[in-house]
């Protein structure tokens, strides 16, 4: 670097640079600065472990996003538990973040400043956790920072809340009414939905198979096949035994024939000895 950063990461309380101290710096001191934030965080913004209650609904949702949106051709970055460091801010990493019209790839960290916008989405999973952060706190925090949509799915109550800043120049979240238990997302273009206790997303009147559904109907499918197969083969070896019993049905008929023909040759060779014999006979007799 040419010269030195006017900026310093606290490691105790690591934060990204204001707009006005970015706006200062050069390319190179930039890349430094974005470098050196690191890409985990300090313990009290990090919730303690809650196990695989957490776990699985987290990794479904990212997974089940980042799937639909990469098969619909939709630029939106799916990340989740990434420290996000939004311009002079606190770092937080939410359970389930999504920004749209950015690229696609994997990152340490999102750094709104180097990343050119801030999340458009953010998902935040209670289990054990903190309610007072993920239902208060964060809905102040995030509506502030313009984060344009916020939920809240409380695994243990079952429950879904959804917030929605009413214009982009808002700083105060509005409440989302579900219609028919489905709260619409208009940064996703999805629903979301809690059903038989389980978040689920919906693309118009049809849930979006997750991970383990895709499994499962991929081994049904390969369980089809295979037994299509095994009644496939079942049925070639019963046709190439009918082919068989018919090759043998008809070989023993041409036996038979041969048989009978054999038959009747003899039959008439001997018939014909016997009336030679008997002409023989009677010349002999008549000479007699």
């Excluded at 313009?146 to 409440?175: N, T, W």
């Excluded at 109907?217 to 019963?238: M, N, P, Y």
């Excluded at 036996?255 to 009336?275: F, K, P, S, T, V």
Aim: glycine share 6%; net charge negative.
């Amino acid at each position: 670097m040419s010269c030195a950063t006017p900026w310093r990461v606290d490691p105790d309380d690591p934060r990204a640079p204001t707009v006005e101290v970015w706006e200062q710096l050069t390319p190179e001191q930039r890349r430094e600065v974005v470098d050196s934030l690191p890409s985990d965080f300090p313990l009290d913004e990090a919730s303690p472990p809650e196990g695989d209650p957490h776990w699985h609904p987290v990794t479904r949702a990212r997974t089940t996003l980042d799937r639909w949106f990469r098969r619909a051709g939709r630029r939106v970055y799916v990340s989740g538990n990434l420290a996000v460091y939004y311009p002079g801010e606190r770092v937080f990493s939410p359970d389930v973040i999504a920004v749209v019209d950015v690229e696609v790839h994997e990152r340490d960290r999102w750094v709104v400043l180097d990343g050119g916008k801030g999340l458009d989405f953010a998902l935040e999973v209670i289990v054990r956790g903190k309610r007072r952060k993920d239902l208060q706190r964060n809905v102040e925090w995030f509506a502030r920072l313009g984060i344009p949509e916020y939920f809240v799915y409380d695994r243990k109550r079952g429950s879904l809340r959804g917030f929605r800043l009413p214009s982009s120049a808002a700083k105060v979240y509005e409440p989302l009414i579900p219609q028919r238990g489905h709260y619409a997302s208009r940064v996703l273009g999805l629903d979301l939905v809690v059903e038989d206790g389980r978040l689920r997303f919906y693309a118009g009147d049809a849930a979006i198979p997750d991970t383990d559904e895709l499994i499962d109907k991929l081994g049904a499918l390969v369980d089809a096949a295979e037994q299509r197969a095994q009644e496939l083969e079942l049925r070639l070896d019963e046709e190439a035994r009918a082919r068989e019993e018919e090759a043998r049905a008809r070989e023993e008929e041409a036996r038979a024939r041969e048989e009978e023909a054999r038959a009747r040759e003899e039959a008439e060779h001997r018939l014909a000895d016997a009336l030679a014999e008997l002409e023989r006979l009677r010349r002999e007799r008549g000479g007699a």
